[in-house]
């Protein structure tokens, strides 16, 4: 059981992430396509494209659909494209979350769009270093 991975983001973030998360894993184990929104583009072409890719990602076990911004247009274009039964939609995509998504590839859509939710969120964190701390007991 392989879950497909649509990730829908502006311009090339969404390449940018799955390049870097490729260098760091070693392998993509996920089937995984990417649509990038730039200004130029036309939302219904989008609209449509996105409803291809979800389709051609979709194996019978889902597509998980990753933005990388809530009421952007590639998260208003993922949610009119996806279907509540195939597909799953998490925003606020980040390294973390993807790198958590491909460290799972046997899970299911539920399981997985579970996961990507926590890798964000836990991989969002203040950190506080030494130099920082010496400046505030000056």
């Not at 509540?84 to 980040?94: C, K, Y």
Request: aromatic share 2%; glycine share 8%.
């Amino acid at each position: 059981m392989t879950v497909g991975v649509l990730i829908i983001t502006h311009d090339n973030i969404g390449s940018s992430l799955l390049d870097t998360t490729n260098d760091m894993l070693g392998s993509c184990p996920l089937q995984i396509q990417i649509l990038p929104v730039t200004r130029a583009s036309h939302p219904d072409a989008l609209r449509e494209r996105a409803r291809e890719l979800i389709h051609s990602l979709d194996t019978g076990h889902g597509v998980l659909v990753l933005t990388d911004m809530y009421g952007s247009t590639p998260s208003n274009i993922a949610c009119y494209a996806a279907d509540a039964q195939h597909a799953q939609i998490v925003t606020g995509l980040n390294l973390p979350m993807l790198i958590r998504v491909l460290n799972y590839p046997r899970l299911s859509l539920t399981e997985l769009t579970e996961k990507a939710i926590s890798g964000g969120r836990e991989g969002v964190c203040a950190c506080f270093t030494t130099m920082r701390k010496q400046d505030d007991t000056e």
